[in-house]
């Protein structure tokens, strides 16, 4: 029985992945990515960004998010689609002028029109607006917030909206929103002015990106997910890992599979979370190397594809 075989028997939608680029090379990896019974959905981690995407003004380029999407759907794999509305990962045209308010709001149209279409009827959700907050609750400022003002995140949904296949699910997707503080307040009020004004907003992604021995609790995150759910917006954990200090132990790696379990047991014990995205199952394609210095083996397969105790810890809770 793989991850995904028992999330379903759980009751949740998918247990799923994230799959960047480089790893389609890898044979051994794409043996398990490709998995149905391990992973019932994946996610691209980087082939829709919009740098990749509209390389060029109005030069539409989906090769990238493609070639992780076309391999899911012939898999029998979800797709998650990320994403469509980021600070980062732009290309430098988006960033290197000066557009008006009005430039900036007809590009990111024309940006979520093509790029929505392209994936018509592919993808289970669109993660429509990624990180957009600070961790007071406020707006981040960044190229969005400055030029176009606070209403770029109706615009961004309403866009999405009007573009999407059917049934697509619209979300708002963030990290350290996976306890109530600050930022997940600021998402709640965010779903509620929404909501009164008719704009469509269908879910909300906790990424959970995890520390080993500092991870939220598992009543913090069923508290959490509720806040949303009592909202009519469903939930997802949309980019699970959990990093550990290096030099790894056999007691750090113990403390990482409760804290892995204690997000799966969140979410397949709450009405309204739908799956499970774990944000790269395999070390050596891990991005916490990169970006978090000293930190590492957050993901549930060792770089000899055998698995962690958080592997077992994980199927054990499903
Ligand atoms: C990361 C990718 O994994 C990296 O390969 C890339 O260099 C940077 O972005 N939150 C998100 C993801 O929403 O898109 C990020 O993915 C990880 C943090």
């Known amino acids: 029985q793989g991850l995904n ?36 959905q994946v996610t691209p981690a980087n082939g829709q960004k919009w740098m990749y995407i509209e390389p060029e003004r109005n030069v539409f380029d989906y090769s990238m998010g493609d070639a992780i999407i076309r391999p899911a759907i012939q898999h029998g794999q979800l797709r998650r689609c990320h994403n469509l509305v980021w600070h980062s990962q732009l290309p430098d045209w988006l960033t290197g002028t000066n557009y008006t308010k009005s430039e900036l709001i007809s590009i990111l149209e024309n940006h979520i029109a093509h790029e929505v279409k392209h994936y018509y009827g592919q993808c289970y959700a669109w993660d429509v607006v990624n990180e957009a907050l600070n961790e007071d609750g406020t707006l981040r400022s960044d190229l969005w917030l400055t030029t176009i003002g606070p209403e770029y ?73 509720a806040q949303f759910t009592s909202l009519d917006v469903e939930v997802a954990i949309t980019e699970l890992d959990v990093r550990v200090n ?19 047991k969140a979410c397949k014990d709450t ?31 060792w770089g000899n594809f055998t698995m962690k105790p958080a592997y077992y810890s994980v199927a054990e809770v499903l």
């Open 5 to 40: 075989d028992l999330a379903r028997k759980a009751g949740l939608l998918y247990f799923g992945t994230a799959i960047d680029n480089p790893s389609l090379n890898n044979s051994k990896y794409m043996s398990i990515a490709t998995d149905s019974h391990i992973f019932g």
């Open 153 to 225: 995140l109706e615009l961004a949904f309403e866009f999405a909206a009007k573009y999407v296949s059917p049934g697509t699910k619209l979300y708002y997707n963030d990290y350290n929103i996976e306890t109530i503080n600050n930022k997940s307040l600021a998402v709640v009020s965010l779903i509620k002015s929404f909501k009164k004004k008719g704009i469509r907003i269908d879910g909300v992604g906790l990424q959970s990106h995890f520390t080993a021995g500092s991870s939220p609790s598992y009543d913090q995150q069923v508290a959490n997910m």
């Open 246 to 264: 290096l030099p790894d132990d056999a007691t750090k790696e113990a403390q990482q599979a409760s804290d892995y379990a204690n997000a799966v």
């Open 271 to 301: 009405d309204g979370c739908v799956g499970v995205t774990v944000w790269d199952f395999y070390d050596p394609f891990s991005w916490v190397p990169g970006v978090f210095a000293g930190q590492g083996d957050a993901d549930l397969w």
